[in-house]
């Protein structure tokens, strides 16, 4: 294990100072996105063992990509570290993992889930951050939430778990895997009634793990030169401060940018 960004250990007076200055400066939309990374690729644990400053909690974020996880480490100051450690996947290919982490642990960790726990939608997440709270967890009302915190939400969501990919017929697919169906369903009924995007899932597949047979779901967000329904929402993820990995980032601008540059009359017409 490699770090490669170090903060200092955690104190009572440094904490406090940290938790007012974040109080402060972190929105409901940075909670949001955090939601969605955690509702993909986070963890939330609690562990028995107690230290000065109570139960060791912990949340960590944990991705092959550098960026989003130096940006956990940088907004909640916590170090960041690399490490690679040997992997099986399901169907018993044997690989490298190489990942960057970072974590949060004790009285950051508890505030963190206390914060980012409203904006969890997968159920298996909110359970975990009420064994962490030792509480019930639930999300916030879907008709509460805002366009852009859905959007924000969406943006990590698509970042973590999801592919973005382009077709002959010029047009953009962004795909959502997960194994959690209600999930997906959920996703669906929020990006419909609070976006307008026009999207549905589907059985993907069906594969081998640890526990046996288990299906994998993905949901579809097209967009495409014939039908732009879903351009709008493409609009605002570039948007600043939204996404927060540049290599998913960058395919949506370009096809944004190459819709922009078409000559086509009806094409002008359907842009707002």
């Known amino acids: 294990m490699t770090v490669i960004i170090k903060y200092p ?8 100072e940290f938790f007012k200055r974040k109080d402060q400066e972190l929105t409901n939309l940075d909670w949001a996105k955090w939601a969605g990374w955690f509702d993909t690729d986070g963890s939330l644990v609690k562990q028995k063992r107690k230290t000065k400053l109570g139960y060791q909690l ?3 974020l944990q991705l092959k990509d550098r960026q989003p996880t130096e940006l956990f480490s940088n907004v909640f100051e916590t170090s960041l570290v690399y490490q690679e450690q040997n992997t099986v996947t399901p169907n018993g290919a044997k690989y490298i993992a190489k990942m960057f982490k970072g974590s949060l642990s004790g009285p950051k960790a508890t505030w963190f889930t206390e914060n980012v726990s409203p904006y969890l939608i997968k159920e298996e997440k909110r359970e ?17 939430w805002t366009k852009d915190e859905v959007t924000h939400y969406l943006a990590t969501v698509i970042e973590g778990d ?9 047009s953009i ?5 997960s194994s959690d169906k209600q999930y997906l369903a959920n ?29 994998m779901y993905e949901l579809f967000i097209r967009c495409g030169k014939k039908n732009l329904t879903n351009l709008n929402f493409l609009r605002n993820l570039i948007k600043h401060n939204v ?7 960058k ?22």
Do not use: H
């Open 128 to 144: 975990y951050a009420g064994a962490v709270l030792e509480d019930t967890v639930r999300s916030k009302d879907f008709n509460t």
């Open 162 to 170: 999801g592919n973005i990919s382009f077709s002959v017929s010029k």
């Open 9 to 16: 250990f955690q104190s009572k007076k440094r904490n406090e």
């Open 187 to 215: 996703l669906v009924s929020i990006a419909a009634s609070k976006l307008n995007i026009d999207c549905k899932f589907k059985k993907a597949k069906t594969y081998q793990n640890k526990k046996g047979l288990a299906t």
């Open 58 to 60: 912990f949340t960590k």
């Open 173 to 177: 697919v962004i795909r959502i895997y």
């Open 251 to 272: 395919k949506i601008q370009e096809f944004v940018t190459w819709i922009d540059t078409q000559k086509e009359k009806p094409i002008l017409e359907s842009r707002v």
């Open 243 to 249: 996404m927060t990995l540049d290599r998913k980032k």
